[in-house]
């Protein structure tokens, strides 16, 4: 059994109750897990949310992490895949006076473009798996962004 | 039927069978109580203090085997139980707590007595309940019951704001609970367990290692079959005690950090570990890398979530104990006791070499006698609780335990405090036995307004107060670990016990000698009133053996041998 941290995303469907979020992540600082990110939205025409957690840990705390969810009440089910197809979104913020078109193209790249321009800023968007995220937010770099917003990722299992 | 919040809390109770409910009044629980003085239904004890509610609770809870009930105010009266709660929590201990709220329009607004309750509990309870609206009670009372005595048990608190024990709503407890999202398995895989019944037969050194979820399922006479048709042996952690009985021949004793010598190294040498309802606490384990090095791990336990948390299970099954067992029971005919013959001797010879047990003294009376002494006299006739330190190491040791729930204990939270009131409860659960609670002289001082509870209610609690003018625990580590530095440890200024019992009503004895001792305890089980058996025992006494925390389960201090030094 390897004890090296793996990233891991893991889903969760719970029941769209009060306090329910607080329990899931109380269940994460008090055991020690860890949360890279976290998003939740209702399932549409369901009483059920969403969640996607990124998280890290060895084999035995990912397995543990998986059954203590299980184990809270209002949780329906968890998964916890290899194989998930991932996305994230950013938006960032791009003072006005740079490239537009260079900084268009670069989004489009990413699955994204301007989607905003004001009187001294842009704000361009894009979706991509969080490791191209990464990468786009590397190059963007030298487009002197003002703001950037990560939105976390989230995931369906195949 | 449209009553108000506050009697459907007396509805659910009478509809649920409680017979007992511990509590303490205030402001935000005052209409609960209010519909509590017009029933007769069930009576309530007035703890003196609302962490001994909640321990008092468990106790009654432990000792019948039913969800035990406390009720609360707000905000300091809530803040009280909370160790109550952590305590359940980590025993698995089916509870309903109840506490009042500040009226749902003041919540958040810091209001007098005001706190997120929920927000406490929720980190120390199996699931926690805030009430916003009455219409919803019926169902919610209904779950928390459910949820707290089935699957792992645990404490589940409700908390209700004031307006809403006032708003009437329409009552019906007949509604079917559709817990979509909760569904304990309770049944073992089959396959699992014909794989572990044919481990079980190729073992050579099996080792059945009983838990306290034995005593949560209602399994240990299922248990009690197991292990005598296969003849394997078996050990206990501490919450396991009394699950079988304490002469029969096929158990170890307890192992662990106080275990025996022979029960932590058959731990050590067995081949093959059948673990029931058991969560490998770290109490038990001693190092991990260390614990049943060689052998295989088959672990039955309704959590899946304690399965190969700590310790790899080569054969996990999830399920109730008692359900496993049973299906366990239908194969044992593939599983020959004979070959474990040589082990069985192999463990004799560990008892031999090392025997639980503890050396006289002229001078003063020694703790272990004590409880072998109670043990003698009592035996089955007592019910035994404790408080927290080396008296609860050595009443666990000690005493002839001789059926489930006869044992209780705060195991996993180590609650100083926890055994009088918990005494409490178990006698107000079982009033036909002797309700005996083994104390400290730093535990009794944690709950010891208790007295004027058992003085009140008549509840004939005998206290026997291993007084060794110690925190005697801790002393040991310092004495042991810290070159006797014994820092904030020394209990020699103490109050007069036996004025103390006096001063609230009940009865108090000093004694020093075996005839006293003999002749108090007499006495207070036929005066049939509170009492304080204060023992005056030897100060510097260690529980041994001892595995050093940390340290690996065949690594034990031992008694020394009577000479040594
Ligand atoms: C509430 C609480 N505070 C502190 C401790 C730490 N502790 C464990 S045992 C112990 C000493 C208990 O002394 P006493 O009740 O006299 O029992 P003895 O060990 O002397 O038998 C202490 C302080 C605890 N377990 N619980
Ligand atoms: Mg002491």
Redesign the interface.
Same mark, same amino acid.
């Given at each position: 059994?390897t004890e090296e941290n793996q990233r891991r995303v893991v889903s969760v469907i +719970?029941?769209n109750e009060?306090?329910v979020l607080?329990?899931i992540t109380?269940l994460f600082s008090?055991r020690g897990y860890n949360i890279t990110s976290l998003t939740v939205a209702p399932i549409p025409e369901s009483k059920y949310s969403r969640l996607t957690i990124v998280t890290a840990g060895s084999v035995?705390v990912i397995?543990?992490i998986t059954?203590?969810l299980?184990?809270l009440?209002? +949780?329906?089910r968890v998964y916890e895949h290899e194989d998930m197809v991932e996305k994230e979104m950013a938006m960032i913020k791009l003072p006005i006076t740079e490239n537009l078109s260079d900084i268009n193209a670069l989004c489009e790249a990413y699955n994204g473009k301007i989607v905003n321009a004001g009187e001294n800023t842009i704000i361009a968007m894009v979706a991509d798996e969080p490791k191209r995220i990464d990468n786009f937010l590397n190059a963007i770099k030298r487009y002197n962004p003002k703001e950037i917003v990560r939105s976390g990722a989230v995931a369906l299992e195949r | 039927m449209q009553i108000s919040g506050a009697q459907m809390v007396i509805e659910a109770f009478i509809a649920e069978g409680v017979d007992t409910v511990f509590g303490y009044p205030g402001g935000a629980i005052m209409n609960v109580y209010d519909e509590i003085y017009k029933q007769d239904k069930f009576q309530h004890i007035l703890n003196r203090h609302e962490q001994a509610s909640v321990h008092a609770a468990e106790g009654y809870s432990k000792a019948s085997g039913k969800v035990g009930v406390a009720m609360i105010t707000s905000g300091p009266g809530f803040t009280n139980a909370v160790t109550g709660l952590a305590d359940a929590y980590m025993d698995s201990i089916p509870l309903v707590v109840i506490s009042g709220q500040v009226p749902m329009s003041l919540i958040g607004t810091d209001a007098f007595q005001e706190i997120d309750a929920?927000?406490i509990s929720?980190?120390c309870t199996?699931?926690n309940y805030?009430v916003?609206d009455a219409k919803d009670l019926p169902r919610i009372l209904k779950e928390a019951f459910y949820?707290a005595r089935s699957g792992r048990p645990g404490p589940v608190h409700v908390d209700i704001p004031k307006d809403v024990t006032a708003q009437i709503a329409e009552f019906d407890y007949d509604i079917e609970l559709n817990?979509?999202?909760?569904k304990p398995h309770t049944k073992g895989n089959p396959r699992q367990i014909k794989k572990a019944i044919e481990a079980i037969a190729k073992a050579k050194r099996p080792l059945f290692y009983l838990g306290g979820g034995i005593i949560n399922a209602n399994a240990a006479y299922e248990v009690r079959e197991l292990v005598q048709k296969t003849g394997i042996p078996a050990v206990e952690t501490f919450m396991a005690r009394g699950v079988l009985s304490h002469d029969d021949e096929l158990l170890i004793g307890m192992l662990g950090m106080h275990g025996s010598y022979a029960s932590n190294m058959a731990m050590s040498e067995t081949d093959l570990v059948i673990g029931l309802g058991v969560r490998f606490d770290d109490r038990v384990t001693g190092k991990l890398s260390e614990f049943a090095k060689n052998a295989d791990v088959i672990h039955v336990d309704i959590?899946?979530?304690s399965i190969?948390?700590l310790v790899?299970a080569d054969y996990p099954i999830v399920g109730d104990v008692k359900n496993v067992v049973e299906d366990m029971l239908e194969q044992v005919g593939k599983i020959d006791s004979n070959n474990y013959e040589s082990w069985r001797e192999t463990i004799i010879n560990f008892n031999e070499l090392h025997p639980l047990t503890f050396h006289e003294d002229t001078e003063r009376l020694k703790p272990q006698w004590v409880v072998k002494r109670v043990g003698e006299l009592l035996g089955d006739d007592a019910n035994i609780s404790t408080d927290v330190g080396q008296h609860q190491m050595w009443a666990g040791q000690f005493y002839p335990f001789t059926r489930p729930r006869q044992f209780v204990s705060s195991s996993g939270l180590g609650t100083m405090g926890f055994g009088f009131p918990a005494a409490i409860g178990v006698k107000a659960a079982s009033p036909e036995k002797i309700s005996i609670n083994f104390t400290g002289d730093g535990s009794i001082l944690m709950n010891v307004q208790e007295l004027m509870t058992a003085v009140e209610k008549k509840i004939p609690v005998i206290n026997i107060i291993l007084n060794n003018n110690f925190l005697g625990m801790v002393r040991q580590w310092q004495t042991l670990f810290y070159d006797k530095r014994h820092a904030e440890t020394d209990l020699s200024v103490q109050p007069d016990f036996v004025k103390l019992a006096e001063a609230f009503g009940g009865i108090g004895y000093r004694v020093k000698t075996k005839e006293e001792f003999d002749a108090a305890l007499k006495d207070a089980v036929e005066k049939n009133v509170v009492a304080f058996i204060e023992v005056i025992v030897h100060r510097m006494e260690n529980v041994m053996p001892m595995v050093p925390s940390g340290g690996s389960l065949f690594n034990m201090m031992l008694l020394e041998k009577k000479g040594d030094k």
């Open positions: 059994m +719970v029941i009060a306090s607080s329990r109380d008090g035995r397995e543990q059954k203590q299980h184990k009440i209002p +949780v329906l | 929920v927000g929720r980190s199996k699931h805030l916003t949820i817990l979509e999202t909760y959590d899946p979530a190969s948390k790899n």
